[in-house]
């Protein structure tokens, strides 16, 4: 009995790990003015800006709400998966320090709907985010149309 309670728990647990790591990676946001990226931190996905496109090289990087640099900066630290392909948590506007609820899935085409709520998902905007294939440089800094040319391969 406790061998077949261990095996469904490992299948549990593999699917809920299966389910995440199609949602890691880096994603392209509607508006191609960053790289997000998406991963495991412990049981939940978190999120963060891992790319800043810039249109000339001398721009410097945009800051938060704080004055703190936009680069590696945390958007979701709570997602946890609430049904299959369901992760909900909350998303920090860097803009202005605003909290909202959040909703992450996959849909059919393989692309990131992220919706984000003040209260309840029904008042709310969903955005799709595509993968983003290319790589990002550790000081986040990307060239306007570089990163845009890159997420429409």
């Not at 990226?37 to 800051?63: E, Q, Y």
């Not at 998902?121 to 993968?131: A, F, M």
Request: with cysteine; aromatic share 6%; net charge positive.
């Amino acid at each position: 009995m406790i061998r077949v309670l261990a095996i469904v728990l490992l299948l549990l647990l593999s699917r809920q790990a299966t389910a995440a790591s199609a949602l890691t990676g880096l994603w392209l946001p509607e508006s191609h003015d960053g790289i997000i990226a998406v991963s495991r931190c412990g049981g939940d996905l978190c999120a963060r800006i891992a790319g800043v496109v810039l249109d000339h090289p001398n721009d410097k990087m945009p800051v938060d709400y704080r004055g703190t640099s936009q680069c590696q900066l945390a958007l979701i630290t709570d997602a946890r998966q609430t049904r299959p392909n369901l992760w909900e948590g909350h998303i920090t506007d860097p803009r202005n320090g605003d909290v909202f609820g959040v909703e992450l899935h996959l849909d059919p085409q393989g692309a990131l709907a992220l919706r984000g709520f003040f209260g309840i998902p029904l008042i709310g905007h969903t955005q799709t985010w595509t993968r983003y294939p290319g790589s990002v440089p550790a000081n986040c800094r990307l060239i306007a149309g570089v990163a845009q040319r890159q997420g429409n391969r």
